[in-house]
Structures are given as C-alpha cells and as structure tokens.
C-alpha cells in the first residue's frame, strides 16, 4: 500500500507544478500510474515536442474527437514525436487504454472506459 501512495502523490505533485487538474473521474490503478510515470508523464505533463498536456481540454479535444481507438493506434504505431508504444515497451492494449483514460478522464468528449 505504502508503494501505491508513494506513486499517487509523485502523480500530484507533478501535475500540480505543471497545473494540470487533479480531479479525475476514477482513480488510476498502481500499476496505470507507475507506467504512465515511467513512459507519459516526461512529455504529457509539460508538453514537451508537441504533445497534449494532462487535463488541456482543448488540446484533446480534436484528439477525443476521432475516437479512443484512434488515439490508441497512434500510441501504438507513434505519431509526430512520439516514438511507437510512447516509450512503454512493457505495456499491453489495456495499459495503453488506461493511460489513454487517465489521461483525458474528466474532459468533455472522453470515452472513458468506452470499448473501442
């Protein structure tokens, strides 16, 4: 348990300096949080290269809008600068999926938990 807090407030200390929301509409699993630390959080908490920060609704917007399992493709196959598998060699559909919905959780448009 001590293990699962330990990443819960890494997460909201970092989204916090990058003044992301910290309300999502369910908590992530420990083990959503500890890839999405390890793989997302360096270019999706400040934007580095382009990408949408965490909780920038209108950045995700036209994202959102060509469905969930568009941005999972993209995830996979890489878009932009974002490598293939955004750095998650380890990760599988359902990790993506979840870093997907905490990612957008909360925001207009999101399909969270929607089957693509």
């Known amino acids: 348990m001590t293990h699962v807090r330990s990443w819960r407030s890494l997460l909201f200390i ?4 990058a003044g992301a929301p910290l309300v999502a ?3 992530p699993e420990a083990r959503t949080l ?6 997302c959080a360096l270019c ?4 580095n290269a382009g990408p949408p920060r965490v ?3 209108d950045a ?21 600068s974002m490598p293939p598998l955004g750095y998650c060699m380890a990760c599988e559909r359902e990790d993506f999926l979840s870093m997907i919905d ?3 959780g909360g925001l207009e448009g999101a ?5 693509p």
């Not at 970092?14 to 300096?17: C, E, F, N, T």
């Not at 999706?44 to 934007?47: F, M, P």
């Open 14 to 17: 970092l989204l916090g300096i």
């Open 44 to 47: 999706h908490i400040d934007g």
């Open 34 to 39: 500890e890839l999405w630390a390890r793989s």
């Open 102 to 104: 905490f990612m957008t």
């Open 60 to 80: 995700w917007q036209p994202r959102l809008a060509q469905g969930r399992e568009t941005l999972l493709r993209h995830t996979v196959e890489g878009l932009n």
């Open 55 to 57: 909780g920038d609704s």
């Open 111 to 115: 399909p969270m938990g929607a089957t």
């Open 25 to 27: 509409a369910e908590p």
